[in-house]
């Protein structure tokens, strides 16, 4: 899942970073209202946390010109601290949901976690296919109830396709949702990451669907 921040306080904007990078995400960093709204127009984003107190564009204009384009990322707003005005301003805006500042990442993270898990319709925070299970909150995978370790990249990947189970999703797709934009990006080794992942969870979990990218089934169904 890839996330933009648009957060203007250096030190904020890169702990943050960190922070999603640890729990699993790929994330850009925006420091402005410009070029925050620049790559939410031009990117496509799992969600977007967005402070709302932003140089050159302030965040409230930078959201609701997004949704006047018709982006639907999710949007988790940074407010002030007990600024009400701010959160139902947000809210109006087309925020869908906000964090006051001073937050507790903890917070943060799992409020992120719940905007993409519904926003692609999920109601649970496991994520199951067969006997594959992918627990959101710990980033673990298991299979039949054994421990699996995936690195990170196959972590998001199984990760994204469990999120879109039963859709077919495109190579380009892929590689838009698990790498941030400063990563080198070839369609090849997603083909790798696949191939890793059929090893570890078996050949059938994820059918690829020639020409057109990959699915993840629930074989139990
Ligand atoms: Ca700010």
Known sequence: MRVLIVEDEPNLGQQLKATLEGAGYAIDLATDGEEGHFMGSTENYDAIIL??????IDGLTVLDRW???GRTAP????????????KVAGLDAGADDYVAKPFQSEELIARLRALIRRAAGNASAELTAGDVRLDTRSGKVTLAGEPVKMTAQEYKLL??????KGKVVSRTELIEHIYDQDFDRDSNTIEVFVTRIRKKLGQEVITTIRGLGYSLEDTNA
Do not use: F, I, M, N
Request: aromatic share 8%.
């Open 75 to 86: 949007v988790l707003v940074l407010t002030a601290r007990d600024s009400w005005s701010d």
């Open 67 to 69: 949704r006047k384009e």
């Open 159 to 164: 990760s994204y396709l469990l999120h879109h």
């Open 51 to 56: 402070d709302l107190g932003l140089p050159e």
